[in-house]
């Protein structure tokens, strides 16, 4: 178990300031308003960047009323809102075959059907499972408690995504 080597921020075509953890979460809720079943969201950046604070603010835009709690230890987490949520994290994975004890091509499958998202944290190993993907990279930004969220698409970053990162702050 490593922490896995990050994208270049200069490979994301949108980038937005969250000033606060409260705007993280925040930007998660408005994320969930574009989502209509069948995105994964592929969420990168280093330990305490607030992927976890994203995904929790999505889950909560999404009507999921559990207590939404990071899987890093648990490694999968699925709730039922609007959508069901699967929220992944693979952070203590290392091989494609540890993908497989997870259930992954079930939960993929279900995504395609239209019915669930999912949002992983250390995506890694699914890159090559997943032609179409949302990637979202958290940095820390200058100030304390501010990040910087980069978007891109695989193969394009859709629409909606655009427009929500250009109502935000920009970097």
């Not at 909560?60 to 559990?66: A, C, E, N």
Request: proline letters at 9%; aromatic letters at 6%; charged letters at 25%.
């Amino acid at each position: 178990m490593r922490e896995q080597p990050l994208p270049s921020p200069d490979e994301f075509a949108c980038c937005l300031r969250c000033d606060s953890p409260h705007a993280t979460s925040a930007l998660g809720e408005r994320a969930a308003t574009i989502l209509r079943g069948g995105e994964t969201v592929l969420l990168w950046g280093p330990l305490g960047a607030g992927k976890t604070l994203f995904a929790k603010g999505l889950c909560r835009g999404l009507g999921v009323t559990d207590e939404i709690v990071s899987p890093t230890f648990t490694l999968a987490c699925r709730y039922e809102g609007r959508l069901v949520v699967h929220h992944l994290d693979f952070f203590r994975l290392d091989s494609e075959a540890d993908l497989a004890e997870v259930g992954i091509d079930g939960v993929i499958e279900e995504v395609e059907g239209g019915n669930a998202v999912m949002v992983v944290e250390w995506p890694l190993l699914l890159l090559p499972l997943l032609p179409r993907r949302v990637e979202l990279l958290a940095m820390p930004g200058p100030g304390e408690q501010e990040r910087l969220w980069r978007a891109r698409g695989q193969p394009a970053l859709p629409e909606p995504w655009r427009r929500l990162f250009a109502g935000g702050v920009p970097c």
